[in-house]
C-alpha cells in the first residue's frame, strides 16, 4: 500500500521560508519520479517541482529561483525548499508519487503566506 505523508505546512510572511516533506512507502522510491503540486479553491491542481530518479529537477516557471526540491533515496523523503514566498504562493500543496493516472497522492499540506 502506498503512503504518502507531508508535512511542515504552515502560516509565514511574505518574503519568508518553508520546508515541506514527504515521506513516502509502498514503493521502489529510489527510481520513483516524485514532485511537489499545489492547488487553491477554484483552480487545477498545478506542478510545482519534480524529481526524477537519474534526471535533473524541473520545476514550474512561477518558482524558478525560490524554491528548491531535493530527495534522500535512504530516508525515502522528498522536500520542498520555499523561499522568498509571496502571497501567490498560498495552496494546498501536495506530493505526488509516479507520473501515471491518477498516481499516487498525499493528503496535502496547507501553505498560508501573508502580504
Known amino acids: 500500500q502506498v503512503q504518502l505523508v507531508e508535512s511542515g505546512g504552515g502560516l509565514v510572511q511574505a518574503g519568508g521560508s518553508l520546508r515541506l516533506s514527504c515521506a513516502a512507502s509502498?514503493?521502489?522510491?529510489?527510481?520513483?519520479?516524485m514532485g511537489w503540486y499545489r492547488q487553491v479553491p477554484g483552480k487545477q491542481r498545478e506542478l510545482v517541482a519534480t524529481s526524477t530518479s537519474g534526471g535533473g529537477p524541473n520545476y514550474a516557471d512561477s518558482v524558478k529561483g525560490r524554491f528548491t526540491i531535493s530527495r534522500d533515496n535512504a530516508k525515502k523523503t522528498i522536500h520542498l525548499q520555499m523561499n522568498s514566498l509571496k502571497p501567490e504562493d498560498t495552496a494546498v500543496y501536495y506530493c505526488?508519487?509516479?507520473?501515471?493516472?491518477?498516481?499516487?497522492w498525499g493528503q496535502g499540506t496547507q501553505v498560508t503566506v501573508s502580504s
Open positions: 509502498g514503493i521502489i522510491f529510489s527510481t520513483t519520479t
Open positions: 505526488r508519487a509516479g507520473t501515471g493516472v491518477p498516481g499516487y
